[in-house]
């Protein structure tokens, strides 16, 4: 069993600026890769940003320049640092784990910690 474990979320005016945090534990074998997505009210769960176990991130194109991606490979823990905060930014975001196990790839989720940005 994997838990993540987010932090980091709330309420901020437009411009402003948040850092998430997602902690990994249990049975981490080997983690292919960290994540973010994001769900709104009404609309499909996207892929907001990841990083791979090679350090290599990749943004979808509605963050890029604002957002950034690390990782504490140690602590198996992932951040995501967003600044210029947009209304449309508004949503859940989940945290996603990638972990190699035998000769497959299983997901894991975070429970999602809420994001709003509003004046």
């Known amino acids: 069993q994997v838990q993540l474990v987010e932090s980091g979320g709330g309420l901020v005016q437009p411009g402003g600026s948040l850092r998430l945090s997602c902690a990994a534990s249990g049975s981490i074998a080997s983690i292919n890769a960290m994540g973010w997505h994001r769900q709104a009210p009404g609309k499909q769960r996207d892929l907001v940003a990841t990083?791979?176990?090679?350090?290599?991130?990749y943004y979808a194109n509605f963050v890029k320049g604002r957002f950034t991606i690390s990782r504490d490979n140690a602590k198996s823990t992932v951040f995501l640092q967003m600044n210029s905060l947009k209304p449309e930014d508004t949503a859940v975001y989940y945290c996603?784990?990638?972990?190699?196990?035998?000769?497959?790839?299983?997901?894991?989720w975070g429970q999602g910690t809420q994001v709003t940005v509003s004046s």
């Open positions: 990083i791979t176990g090679g350090g290599y991130s």
């Open positions: 996603n784990v990638k972990i190699r196990r035998g000769n497959g790839e299983y997901d894991y």
